[in-house]
């Protein structure tokens, strides 16, 4: 079946620090990946998507490359913020009819000052 | 503004009495769903429409209704609470099934 797989948290940086979060996936066919984001107290929100491979979402300053030799969805910043502490999801959507978003089980981030 | 609309944002009841949770979209979305997100398990689906009067069960639907009446609309009902369904509910819509979702602010249920 389907599923994704994220780093574990939680994840402690500095200001201005490199980021990466490790996910990868297992998919029949060719599904469709999502970064979402979710600050504290608040929804889901959409932080990037690719539909195919080696296409690369970016927003924010955050990138991710869809690599599908290995299964690979890998969320980088190149500069984290304090305002970036929030917990990351990777999730994808593959094209059955259900519709299901896959997510990983969330990374969270803590930036410090 | 674009929104899924989700009330109410805290609810707190007692086994068995029913209760709804409801779902509202402004963007002409076809397809609805509901997850439930626990810790340590991520998010995972409760039901789905795909359009109005298309539902369908998700991943863990046990002790969940749902109806699609209007394409706006996707209330959320639990007809005997338990506490097993204490958790942290989203609603979610997208044009399609398999385009972006966009999330509600979430409903933290409590059931004691």
């Known amino acids: 079946g389907n599923s994704v797989t994220q780093m574990e948290g939680p994840v402690t940086l500095s200001e201005e620090a490199f980021l990466t979060i490790n996910c990868t996936y297992t998919?029949?066919?060719?599904?469709?990946l999502f970064w979402y984001v979710q600050y504290p107290g608040e929804g889901l929100q959409l932080l990037l998507k690719?539909?195919?491979?080696?296409d690369k979402g970016s927003n924010k300053g955050f990138e991710a490359t869809y690599r599908k030799e290995t299964t690979s969805f890998h969320l980088e910043k190149g500069s984290v913020q304090v305002s970036d502490s929030a917990v990351y999801f990777c999730?994808?959507?593959?094209?059955?009819?259900?519709?299901?978003?896959?997510f990983g089980k969330g990374t969270k981030l803590s930036v410090k000052p | 503004e674009a929104q899924v609309t989700q009330n109410p944002r805290y609810l707190i009841t007692v086994t068995g009495k029913k209760l709804t949770v409801t779902c509202s979209q402004n963007?002409?979305?076809?397809?609805m769903s509901w997850y439930r997100q626990d810790p340590g398990l991520g998010l995972r689906q409760i039901y789905y429409?795909?359009?109005?009067?298309?539902?369908d069960k998700g991943d863990v639907p046990e002790g969940y209704k749902v109806s699609r009446k209007e394409k706006r609309n996707f209330p959320l009902i639990l007809e005997s609470p338990s506490p097993n369904q204490t958790s942290l509910y989203f609603c979610?819509?997208?044009?399609?099934?398999?385009?972006?979702?966009?999330f509600g602010q979430g409903t933290r249920l409590t059931v004691v």
């Open positions: 979610a819509s997208s044009q399609r099934f398999n385009t972006e979702a966009f």
């Open positions: 998919a029949t066919g060719y599904p469709s």
């Open positions: 690719a539909t195919k491979a080696d």
């Open positions: 999730a994808l959507r593959n094209g059955g009819s259900q519709g299901n978003l896959i």
């Open positions: 963007m002409n979305h076809e397809y």
């Open positions: 429409s795909m359009n109005v009067e298309v539902t």
